[in-house]
């Protein structure tokens, strides 16, 4: 099992930046590959960001592609997503998760396990 608490939501304007942070305990978190997920009122959940468990390599939805990156920091059990210039369109609950598969997917169906949600919204 793993735990993952997410937080750093919040209301901004148009072009504010936030960053979001994803708490991980339980089994070894470096096992995991570990991703970024958002859903919108009405909407299904969509893919946002990935990062390899090795930390190699990184993958991002196109709508965020330049302007929200992915870290993490496995001596911490921590995952980040830095998200700037944000629009309206990115107003969602947030979601961090994780998947133990061989390789990296960014359909939530993959994953194996999810955090509670951070709300984001933006104003125009």
């Known amino acids: 099992q793993v735990q993952l608490v997410e937080s750093g939501g919040g209301l901004v304007h148009t072009g504010d ?4 942070s994803c708490a991980a ?6 096992n995991y590959h570990m991703g970024w997920f ?10 946002v960001a990935a990062f390899t468990r090795s930390g190699g390599r990184t ?3 196109d709508s965020v592609k330049g302007r929200f ?27 961090c998760a994780a998947d ?13 396990y ?5 709300q984001v919204t933006v104003s125009s």
């Open 59 to 61: 993958y991002y939805a």
């Open 114 to 118: 999810w955090g509670q949600g951070t």
């Open 38 to 47: 958002r859903q919108a009122p009405g909407k299904e959940r969509e893919f």
């Open 100 to 112: 133990q598969a061989t390789l990296v997917h960014t359909t939530p169906n993959f994953y194996d």
């Open 25 to 30: 305990s339980g089994r070894t978190f470096s």
């Open 69 to 95: 990156t992915i870290s993490r920091d496995n001596a911490k059990n921590m995952v980040f997503l830095q998200m700037n210039s944000l629009n309206p369109e990115d107003t969602a609950v947030y979601y």
């Open 17 to 20: 930046s936030l960053r979001l």
